[in-house]
């Protein structure tokens, strides 16, 4: 017999888990305020990222909790991306608490060292970034420094979050991965689409750094987990603009009417809410393969291969409709596009994920 159908409907821990963190953002992390930060030097929003992942424990989820952590799986962790994504927040919770995180827990010669760098960011005292390019796939090469004797040389491009890091895992070219704290680098920002979740330029110059263990299936574990959740993050964002599209075209009235009434419209909205609901089943499925660390490559495979356009495509659809006032600075939609266009290359495109999947199916065929 095959492995039973995982369950996908949410338990009443994770609703609850879900209202908790959607209290929490509502209260502090209104859209205003997201484009303000938006518009400043300092994108990061640390006292959410307190409240979030030190007062609510959000930030170590996925560590046991014999290593400091609250023990849940990637079921509660992608409950709260889809949170953050419905908020756009400008948190490092995929960064720190999924990818870093997950390259660590990967890490089982890292002794000392690396136990501690896990409990840090597991009580959220710290922040750290795998510093490996947002765009790179699971499967694909990536960027390392070269080391010699433990100092660390070069240059890594596209690293999000870099500059809210405590302390960066970066791949060496002696197969390490090696811990370096943010005082041994040097972070310059590189334009980004989405100024919520901003990239970096990270120049090693004799950055001095502790190897916790082998850097290629730290960083697979890391990306492979970071594009499974990040369906969840989309699924955030398109639930928000059917959902604000929605209201909005209930209330805007046209010849004495709503808008919404308009057949035409009715048709685009009924389309986007299916492709809205594939979109959960994708993601959630890829939520739960990685909890159950089964077939967890195809669920992340597929989720990706499709996340991405429906993301894009609602937010899209989101600023269409919202008409003149959709295209203005005030309103909040050209953060959800921008951060759907972005996610839509993170951790690998769409067309990267379909020819993994289809050299996974070729691999498997008899």
């Given at each position: 017999m095959g492995n039973p159908q995982p369950d996908l409907l949410y338990s009443e821990e994770e609703e609850a888990l879900r209202a908790a963190v959607r209290d929490l953002l509502t209260d502090h992390c209104d859209a205003a305020g997201v484009i303000s930060r938006a518009e400043s030097g300092t994108p990061h929003d640390l006292a959410l990222w307190k409240s979030l992942a030190d007062g609510m424990g959000l930030a170590g989820l996925l560590v046991p909790e014999d290593r400091g952590g609250q023990g849940a799986t990637h079921r509660e962790a992608a409950v709260v991306l889809e949170e953050l994504g419905r908020?756009?927040?400008?948190?490092?919770?995929?960064?720190?608490?999924?990818?870093?995180?997950?390259?660590?827990?990967?890490?089982?010669?890292?002794?000392?060292?690396?136990?501690?760098?896990?409990?840090?960011?597991?009580?959220?005292?710290?922040?750290?970034?795998l510093a490996v390019g947002l765009h790179t796939a699971p499967?694909?090469?990536?960027?390392?420094?070269?080391?010699?004797?433990?100092?660390?040389?070069?240059?890594?491009?596209?690293?999000?979050?870099?500059?809210?890091?405590?302390?960066?895992?970066?791949?060496?070219?002696?197969?390490?991965?090696?811990?370096v704290e943010a005082a041994e680098v040097t972070v310059t920002g590189q334009t980004s689409l989405d100024l919520t979740r901003p990239v970096a330029t990270v120049v090693l110059d004799g950055a001095r750094g502790r190897r916790l263990g082998d850097a290629e299936p730290a960083v697979r574990r890391a990306l492979r987990a970071g594009a499974g959740l990040l369906a969840s993050e989309q699924l955030g964002v398109a639930e928000w603009a059917l959902t604000?599209?929605?209201?909005?075209?209930?209330?805007?009235?046209?010849?004495?009417?709503?808008?919404?009434?308009?057949?035409?419209?009715?048709?685009?909205?009924?389309?986007?809410?299916?492709?809205?609901?594939?979109?959960?089943?994708?993601?959630?499925?890829?939520?739960?393969?990685?909890?159950?660390?089964?077939?967890?490559?195809?669920?992340?495979?597929?989720?990706?291969?499709?996340?991405?356009?429906?993301?894009?495509?609602?937010?899209?659809?989101?600023?269409?409709?919202?008409?003149?006032?959709?295209?203005?600075?005030?309103?909040?939609?050209?953060?959800?596009?921008?951060?759907?266009?972005?996610?839509?290359?993170?951790?690998?495109?769409?067309?990267?994920?379909?020819?993994?999947?289809?050299?996974?199916?070729?691999?498997?065929?008899?």
């Open positions: 908020a756009v927040a400008p948190v490092p919770y995929l960064t720190s608490a999924v990818v870093a995180t997950e390259a660590l827990l990967a890490c089982t010669d890292g002794g000392a060292d690396g136990e501690g760098v896990l409990a840090s960011l597991a009580s959220a005292r710290r922040i750290g970034v499967g694909a090469a990536f960027a390392t420094a070269r080391a010699v004797d433990g100092v660390l040389h070069g240059e890594l491009t596209g690293i999000a979050d870099a500059a809210a890091a405590d302390v960066l895992l970066v791949p060496a070219d002696d197969g390490g991965l090696y811990a604000e599209t929605v209201r909005y075209l209930k209330d805007r009235r046209q010849f004495n009417r709503p808008v919404g009434g308009f057949q035409a419209l009715k048709h685009r909205l009924a389309q986007l809410w299916l492709e809205v609901v594939n979109l959960r089943a994708a993601a959630r499925n890829a939520a739960a393969a990685l909890s159950a660390d089964q077939d967890t490559e195809v669920a992340v495979a597929v989720a990706q291969a499709y996340a991405g356009q429906v993301a894009v495509h609602a937010a899209e659809e989101a600023l269409q409709l919202h008409a003149g006032i959709g295209m203005t600075w005030e309103h909040p939609v050209h953060l959800y596009l921008k951060r759907a266009k972005a996610d839509s290359i993170a951790y690998g495109t769409a067309g990267a994920h379909r020819e993994a999947l289809a050299e996974l199916v070729d691999l498997r065929a008899p």
